[in-house]
């Protein structure tokens, strides 16, 4: 085989063969295929798609290109995991992991770090202080025996072709095409060896899908070659027109997260969506793998694991596991109240002027390699439908810049106003 006739035939819309992408992935790891060749080969699959074969067929080649997680530590316990395709204030994997561990899985979350306007769950985490996300395999084996859960950074040796092609795609216009992003994820995921994995595929303006049609579209290629590659996939679609819960930032997220995990009274309306989304996501896994009897018994499971406090517990437990020393709410910088300058209805939250908001004030970053002050952070405190008086709080920024004005200004117009009432889209899809 030659590689550029593997091109041309993938240029002209042909199928390629298990044979022929094992080929170029294996030479792309071992440098027989150049980078550019790789790259041509992205933007010749951007352009003419895969078929379901053909997409299984590159993730387990993917997948092979690396190491796979040891099952001995689960030989008797499911293991399941969710992924989420990215968004403002996405928080439920910090709820989820325990959760999940309380209700007698084992979760071996592989988590990324963020970049432009979307969060990491690294991130998050490394606002604890002294909590480590690069456990070698020994640690994280210890981990998810003492604490059913752990949530770490992929090291070079998961999925190193997806790592490599990765970085070729976000400089070469190809990081759209369906079936390079059911690869990349879906090879990291097989590589942890589960039983189970649930997607919540984001819908919005805040996401990556911006339409139903293009969420439904990812959705049926992940459930199809999670299935040819012998990982149970299920798919729930969710709203990201706005931020999920109240915080988007790092520490001010964590301590979301930590307030559902508690239980606590005073919960918000917004903060009971990331609940009402983390139930349906660790539902699907449980009856999916066998410990529920359907929904409604999972359902019941996992409440009843935050309820009784058995999930805080486990959440401790890991973080305690992984180095972190958690002393109650992490601190905040400073904070700002923006203000209604009118009567209305909340039509919209511009989550990109939310986002960058973020970002330029230090709370994310602009390039891999940037630091991040975990202080940073907005709580929305209204939702779109809310009806809202002039004077009512809206955003709260906290920030330490001693320009904090100019940020203020340009959050006056994140939260847009109608004058007739306006019916937001429901969470689940």
Not at 52 to 66: F, I, K, N, V, Y
Not at 165 to 171: E, I, K, N, P, T
Not at 308 to 315: F, K, M, Q, T, Y
Request: hydrophobic share 45%; aromatic share 4%; charged share 20%.
């Amino acid at each position: 085989m030659f590689a550029a006739n593997l091109l041309a035939k993938k240029r002209d819309g042909l199928s390629l063969n298990d044979d022929e992408i094992r080929f170029l992935i294996d030479g792309f790891c071992q440098g027989t295929v150049a980078d550019y060749q790789m790259s041509a080969l992205a933007m010749a699959i951007c352009l003419q798609g895969m078929t379901p074969e053909e997409t299984a067929s590159l993730t387990r080649a993917m997948r092979d290109s690396g190491d796979e997680f040891d099952r001995q530590v689960s030989a008797q316990t499911p293991r399941v995991d969710k992924h989420s395709t990215g968004g403002l204030g996405d928080k439920v994997s910090l709820i989820l992991a325990p959760l999940l561990a309380a209700c007698g899985a084992h979760v071996p979350m592989i988590s990324g770090r963020g970049l432009g306007l979307t969060g990491g769950t690294l991130d998050k985490l490394e606002s604890i202080n002294g909590f480590r996300t690069d456990l070698a395999a020994p640690q994280s084996d210890k981990v998810l025996r003492d604490a059913g859960a752990f949530i770490v950074g992929a090291n070079e040796r998961i999925a190193p072709a997806d790592r490599r092609l990765y970085a070729l795609r976000d400089v070469t216009a190809t990081v759209e095409s369906v079936a390079l992003i059911t690869a990349s994820i879906l090879s990291k995921k097989l590589a942890a060896s589960l039983d189970a994995l649930v997607m919540d595929v984001k819908v919005g303006s805040a996401a990556f899908m911006k339409t139903p049609e293009q969420a439904r579209e990812l959705a049926t290629s992940l459930q199809r070659v999670g299935a040819a590659a012998g990982l149970p996939t299920s798919v729930l679609l969710s709203d990201m027109d706005q931020p999920l819960g109240q915080a988007v930032g790092n520490a001010i997220e964590v301590n979301e997260a930590v307030a559902i995990l508690e239980c606590r009274s005073d919960l918000s309306p917004a903060t009971m969506r990331v609940r009402e989304l983390t139930l349906a996501l660790g539902a699907s896994l449980l009856t999916t793998v066998k410990l529920a009897a359907d929904a409604d018994d999972a359902t019941r499971q996992l409440t009843t694991a935050l309820d009784s406090g058995a999930a805080h517990e486990r959440w401790m437990a890991m973080v305690d596991a992984q180095g972190g020393r958690w002393n109650g709410d992490l601190p905040l910088a400073p904070q700002r109240v923006i203000h209604a300058d009118r009567d209305g209805y909340v039509s919209a939250l511009d989550c990109h002027q939310i986002g960058s908001t973020i970002v330029l004030l230090g709370g994310g970053r602009q390039r891999v390699g940037d630091s991040i002050d975990p202080e940073i952070g907005i709580a929305a405190l209204v939702q779109i439908g809310d009806a809202v008086q002039r004077g009512q709080p809206l955003l709260r920024l906290h920030c330490h810049r001693p320009d904090q004005n100019d940020y203020v200004k340009r959050l006056q117009h994140a939260v847009v106003l109608a004058e007739s009432p306006v019916q937001p889209r429901p969470l689940l899809l």
